[in-house]
């Protein structure tokens, strides 16, 4: 029971781990998709429980450092006991990446740098000349689902959680 009692959530700094193209979106993307993060985000949570509850952030790795200003006191599991609206600040992340989360950007990046030589918005395309002809399609989503389509999504499915909320 942590995350339905998040009001809000803040990023105060991020730094991302090194990779062949350094590009911030694929690291954002991969981290969206699960509840593991690589890059090291010092975060604040506002949260407000009804009763006292140990509370611990929806991502792993993370560690809890201040409570309301204070020096966190977190139990074995790295949780910590709230018992009224707090605002906790955690870094969350900072694992270094396996070579599977690393070909897990490399594919990702790969399918978001191929370009086409269709114009934006385009879904269908068909051309004949004579006895000649040249077609093909795709879904206009595409891009919406690059890490499906990349098949970065099934390297990454260790690390994959149906969504927070039921944390």
Not at 9 to 34: G, H, M
Not at 73 to 92: L, M, Q
Not at 123 to 135: K, L, Q
Not at 138 to 144: E, P
Request: glycine share 6%; proline share 7%.
């Amino acid at each position: 029971m942590t995350s339905q009692y998040i009001e809000s959530e803040t990023e105060i700094s991020v730094t991302y781990p090194d990779a062949p193209n350094d590009d911030p979106v694929i690291w954002d993307r991969l981290e969206a998709f699960c509840n593991f993060r690589w890059s090291e985000t010092v975060m604040e949570f506002v949260v407000n429980p009804p009763c006292e509850i140990q509370w611990q952030p929806p991502y792993e790795p993370f560690t809890v450092d201040l409570v309301d200003g204070e020096a966190a006191t977190p139990d074995e599991f790295g949780a910590v006991t709230v018992s009224k609206r707090s605002v906790i600040r955690c870094t969350i992340g900072g694992a270094e990446p396996s070579a599977t989360v690393l070909a897990a950007y490399a594919r990702l990046d790969a399918y978001m740098a191929a370009t086409d030589d269709a114009p934006g918005g385009v879904s269908r395309y068909s051309v004949s000349i004579g006895d000649i002809s040249e077609s093909w399609s795709r879904r206009a989503d595409h891009m919406g689902r690059a890490i499906h389509n990349s098949g970065a999504a099934d390297l990454l499915r260790k690390f994959r959680k149906a969504g927070l909320a039921h944390v």
